[in-house]
């Protein structure tokens, strides 16, 4: 029933910037937070960052900090995520979670999942 929609992916060169954008429909649904994951072929899903509407926080996995800021309006259900000084191993399919009642790192935890952008990186 909750659908989200992501968008702002595609090809960028290494060291550029693309802004990747999330929504989950209905103003019915009320989310904790929201998360990006990203998985390239042959790999595990890997957390990439989210953020805690109540609180604010942010978190960001080791390979992505200081490089990419995720942002959002809670009112919204949208998640933003700008990736700066993009590398040829950010290259995946980026996906978008929400849930109504968690918002961190665990997969698992996530109800709620968007089909997936692809970013691609080249060299």
């Known amino acids: 029933q909750v659908q989200l929609v992501e968008s702002g992916g595609g090809l960028v060169q290494a060291g550029g910037s693309l802004r990747l954008s999330c929504a989950a429909s209905?103003?019915?649904?009320?989310?904790?937070?929201m998360g990006w994951f990203r998985q390239a072929p042959g790999k595990e899903r890997e957390f990439v960052a989210a953020?805690?509407?109540?609180?604010?926080?942010?978190q960001y996995g080791d390979s992505v900090k200081g490089r990419f800021t995720i942002s959002g309006d809670k009112d919204k259900n949208t998640v933003y995520l700008q990736m700066n000084s993009l590398k040829s191993e950010d290259t995946a399919v980026y996906y978008c979670?929400?849930?109504?009642?968690?918002?961190?790192?665990?997969?698992?935890?996530?109800?709620?999942w968007g089909q997936g952008t692809q970013v691609t990186v080249s060299s």
């Open positions: 209905g103003r019915t649904f009320s989310s904790y937070g």
């Open positions: 953020i805690t509407w109540s609180s604010g926080r942010t």
């Open positions: 979670a929400t849930d109504r009642y968690y918002s961190g790192t665990d997969s698992q935890r996530y109800d709620y």
